[in-house]
């Protein structure tokens, strides 16, 4: 709920500068805050058990593989650009962690270094052939996808990995505030959302970001080495999906080649629902958020009154779209 | 408001339920019809409302559909049983849902339910454990996804009190959870192929297996079963490598599905035009394998023998496109698990071990020796 | 000459050629000496020369495929010319690539603008050399000085007397001639010699052009000299002080607008008239 707290005081405060400002960011900021309000209003009158500490914390620590996830996805569709391949990576690094960890006997924090690299590898692959090959994002990320599937599979042999060392799943772990029970796994993905918000907002590697997404040639004019910017912004999602397949593995306690299959699209949907817009250059990663917590709450709450689950996936769609028309609304206006 | 609800029919939740979700609507619209200068900043309030509108919709037609659900639902002392299936879409975890859904109406019991969003999507089952724990579940009945990444979870619920009973599939190890009801898939996979090897006598058979997929269990159970009941291999219930065996001339997974089934068979012709015997891991792939066959002009020449027992299947059964099935029975699986919870909720008494829900050999051609039941007691008793 | 401008990115700085224009020695920024470019069979400059002078607004003109714009882009470094050289105060130089041509204080406003449209008006000023804060945060950190680069854009707007009050507002929701604003703002904040402008007008109504034109003579009247690429002969007559007409490839005359008339200019240019006619102003 903190979050949305900042995110209505963002909104005061933009309010309060001229009166052209008002539009766009208000909108990809406003909108997710009302849908995320709107669905914990209706879950709270509609069940006992859901505005309480320990649900909230429940629905952070369902949220936080996708949301870090969607927090390098943010990062590459801000470039104008799209990641099919993280559920994918995040995979490959789940299983090589737990891997080299438990059958190869290493080091758990060698094995989590190892992941990591792997991941970034991976990232810096997407982003060499976007940027020198100039092939589009897309075809990029579907080729990983399925290398990145193919090397998990092949790697794991097919077989989940249990019995996993303390250390891989230290994330995964609780401390107590009062009564309710919060993992350090969500609190990673606040700080890595903190920290991208930063990057992004507050320096100029971040207004580089931007700036290559919403006008390439531009930014080019500009001095901004463009292709450096995007090579570094797909490292750095690569790195991001290593963090995520740790925090995967400290959740599920396993490593598992089955994982991730569909959490490409489902950050998609948590960038999107976010009001990042997918033509590049127009966003932000706090929208993410509340973009990956709306999609939990709803399935949650959803949970918690005894639907179906169906119904989650249902709703989730309307958004989408909605979200989706509402940036091509303010795109066309703003032509 | 739990009391409130608990009146199915009366005006009073009803009214409830829309008006509150909808008065947050209206708030919104008011703050969107207020006067504006600027033609440009209206649009976006517009926008907003345009958002806020159909999510509450949709959110209001959810509880509608939560309302149906959890009609007989009523005060906290009420029990909650969850039941989690591997997918939302496979008619027998439709099936299955239905007999718990039957059996939660009659004695009583709140159900959730949950899916995975695909057949091992483990993170998704995972997500639906917590989250019926946390919406107060006295117990889970699930069909794991796999088999080894969910035990984790599964401890987790069990040391908050939840009863965890999995059903259809069993955990690995199977200790992880309270009990297991399920059908024995490699006595099923005896069963077809002890028929087979009555239908074909002495003759020299050249065999064709339609597969899962690699590494469920499922699949390499009945597959085993089969090979052992027809005396190909020796192989027991407990083997976790699919066997194999001289006489199988092609192996192919198909994942269950009619159209990958089709395509096997073709590939499995084309290998070996021979092949007179079709072991298939369900109908939908004996389906396929059919079709496939009968385009070869062989319809009368391959025995297809499969495994499932939904209606689909046994009318095939009766059609004379399958020799044989053994039929299980998914709402007998969730129907006794509904029972469980609920005696559990109750006076505390929790089931152990393994509780075999049975399965039967259906056909119309029966074989001397061996029992079976016809297409009628099939059909009466069918899933899907 | 202008010591006022305090806050340009340290790179612009170092480049290591005389600071200022008038240093005395002589009253040309800006030369080039009979610059070749070809493309296969096609010659787009044919040893072209050009000057501008300390404080004057210099318009190029000329016909489609007279190579004004291979001149231009040789000056702002976009193109890299096959012959010839290019002085700046005297000195020859040789730009790669348009942050060459910047680190010589030869600033550029596109036609496209090279705007990001949904960024606000400072970080679209100060992109590519933003200012960091002091000290660690941003040495290390790299953080951004946003009040900073908010109150210094400010600055360059009220004293270019462009009337954009809020420097947060997206590019996006100005108006045509505010987003030239935007863009002449940030080129004659950058700027130490010159500023080239491709075509300021040629999207914009009556009323904003009026405004551009002034622009461009504030900005002259600070002590910048402005290229002016234009088609618009009117605008070109209203504001030059001097006019280059490229024609086929080179410079075919260079003439004072006091002292001609359109038609002759037209003549000129389309090659109606040899170069003969009015004599090359102050050559």
């Known amino acids: 709920m903190a979050s949305t707290k900042a995110a209505g005081a963002e909104i005061k405060l933009r309010n309060s500068v001229g009166s052209f400002a008002k539009n766009a960011p208000d909108l990809a900021t406003l909108g997710p805050v009302i849908a995320l309000v709107l669905a914990g209003l209706f879950f709270s009158i509609k069940s006992d058990r859901f505005l309480t500490g320990g649900n909230f914390s429940l629905i952070l620590q369902q949220v936080m593989v996708v949301g870090t996830l969607a927090i390098g996805q943010t990062l590459i569709i801000l470039t104008a650009g799209i990641d099919l391949s993280n559920g994918a990576i995040m995979a490959l690094g789940n299983i090589l962690i737990t891997k080299l960890a438990v059958d190869a006997g290493l080091n758990p924090f060698l094995a989590i270094g190892l992941g990591l690299l792997a991941c970034t590898a991976f990232g810096l692959l997407n982003g060499g052939l976007v940027t020198t090959i100039r092939l589009p994002p897309f075809i990029v990320t579907l080729g990983t996808l399925n290398i990145a599937f193919a090397l998990t599979h092949i790697y794991s042999n097919e077989e989940t990995i249990s019995d996993l060392p303390a250390a891989l799943t230290y994330l995964g772990k609780t401390f107590n505030v009062g009564q309710t029970e919060i993992t350090y796994g969500s609190l990673l993905m606040i700080a890595l959302f903190g920290i991208a918000w930063c990057i992004l907002t507050q320096t100029s590697a971040g207004r580089h970001i931007y700036a290559v997404g919403d006008n390439p040639e531009g930014a080019r004019l500009t001095g901004i080495r463009t292709r450096r910017v995007v090579l570094t912004v797909y490292a750095v999602a690569g790195f991001i999906y290593g963090i995520a397949s740790l925090l995967l593995v400290s959740r599920t306690g396993v490593g598992d080649p089955n994982a991730g299959q569909t959490d490409n699209l489902d950050s998609i949907t948590a960038v999107v629902l976010g009001g990042t817009s997918l033509f590049g250059g127009r966003g932000s990663v706090a929208g993410t958020l509340l973009g990956a917590l709306i999609v939990g709450v709803i399935r949650n709450g959803l949970q918690l009154i005894g639907t179906k689950s169906i119904y989650q996936v249902l709703i989730t769609g309307i958004l989408v779209i909605l979200a989706v028309a509402i940036d091509q609304l303010a795109r066309r206006r703003k032509a | 408001m739990s009391d409130k609800i608990a009146m199915p029919g009366s005006v009073g939740p009803d009214g409830d339920r829309s008006t509150v979700p909808l008065g947050a609507a209206t708030a919104v619209i008011e703050v969107a019809r207020r006067p504006r200068r600027r033609p440009v900043r209206g649009w976006w309030r517009r926008s907003a409302a345009l958002l806020v509108l159909p999510t509450a919709a949709a959110l209001v037609l959810s509880a509608c559909g939560s309302s149906s659900d959890g009609s007989a639902s009523g005060g906290t002392d009420q029990a909650v049983v969850g039941l989690i299936t591997k997918t939302d879409t496979n008619p027998f975890f439709v099936k299955m849902k239905e007999g718990a859904e039957k059996a939660a109406t009659a004695k009583g019991v709140k159900l959730l339910t949950a899916a995975g969003k695909f057949d091992g999507d483990n993170a998704g089952q995972v997500t639906a454990i917590e989250n019926m724990v946390a919406s107060g579940a006295r117990g889970i009945l699930i069909t794991p996804s796999d088999t080894k990444a969910i035990i984790p979870a599964i401890a987790k619920a069990r040391a908050k009190g939840v009863l965890v009973i999995a059903l259809d599939s069993p955990t690995d190890p199977q200790s992880a959870v309270d009990a297991l009801f399920a059908t024995d898939n490699f006595q099923a996979g005896v069963l077809i192929g002890e028929y087979a090897k009555g239908l074909t006598g002495g003759k020299s058979v050249k065999i064709a297996m339609l597969d899962l997929a690699p590494g469920i269990a499922v699949g390499t159970l009945r597959h085993n079963g089969f090979l052992s009941g027809f005396g190909a291999a020796e192989v027991s219930g407990t083997a976790s490598e699919p066997a194999s065996a001289a006489s199988v001339v092609c192996s192919q997974d198909t994942q269950g599905d009619q159209a990958k089934g089709q395509a096997a068979m073709e590939t499995c012709l084309q290998k070996d035009p021979g092949i007179n015997l079709v072991y298939t891991i369900n109908e939908p792939a004996a389906l396929g394998a059919y079709t496939a066959i009968a385009a070869a002009g062989k319809e009368n020449d391959v025995t297809i023998v499969s495994v499932d027992g939904g209606c689909t299947g046994v009318e095939a059964v009766k059609d004379g496109k399958i020799a044989a099935t053994s039929q299980q029975y998914p709402l007998k699986m969730a129907q006794r698990g509904v029972d469980a919870v609920l005696s559990y909720a109750t006076d505390g008494t929790k089931p152990s071990g393994y509780v075999d829900t049975g399965v039967t050999l259906i056909t119309d051609k029966p074989v001397a020796g061996i029992d079976s039941e016809n297409v009628e007691f099939g059909l009466d008793n069918c899933w899907g | ?283």
């Open chain 3, 1 to 283: 000459m202008r010591g006022t401008m305090d806050y340009r990115a340290p790179q612009t700085i170092d480049s290591g050629a005389p600071q200022t224009a008038d240093s005395g020695r002589k009253d040309i920024v800006l030369e080039a000496r009979g610059l070749v470019k070809r493309y296969g069979q096609v010659t787009c400059l044919d040893g072209c020369d050009f000057d501008l002078r300390v404080g004057e607004v210099l318009a190029v003109i000329g016909d489609n495929g007279a190579g004004k714009s291979s001149l231009i882009k040789a000056l702002s470094g976009a193109l890299i010319p096959d012959e010839g050289q290019i002085l700046v105060d005297g000195e020859p130089v040789r730009f790669h690539n348009p942050t060459d041509a910047r680190r010589y204080g030869i600033e550029t406003v596109y036609q496209d603008l090279a705007v990001a449209p949904a960024l606000d008006i400072a970080t679209n000023m100060f992109l590519g050399r933003e200012l960091r804060r002091k000290g660690p945060l941003g040495r290390y950190l790299r953080i951004l000085d946003k009040p900073a680069m908010k109150h210094q854009a400010e600055q360059e707007m009220s004293k270019l007397k462009i009337g954009l009050r809020s420097m947060t507002s997206p590019v996006e929701n100005l108006s045509g001639g505010q987003r030239q604003g935007v863009a002449v703002a940030r080129a004659a904040a950058f700027a130490q010699r010159l500023v080239i402008m491709d075509e300021p007008t040629a999207a914009l109504g009556v009323r904003e052009t009026g405004q551009v034109l002034d622009l461009i003579r504030r900005i002259r009247d600070r002590g910048l000299p402005v290229i002016l690429i234009s088609h618009n002969m009117p605008n070109v007559f209203e504001v030059a002080d001097r006019i280059h007409i490229q024609r086929l490839g080179r410079r075919a005359a260079v003439v004072l607008p006091t002292e001609c008339t359109m038609p002759e200019v037209v003549a000129i240019m389309t090659g109606a008239t040899s170069t003969g006619g009015p004599a090359p102003a102050g050559a």
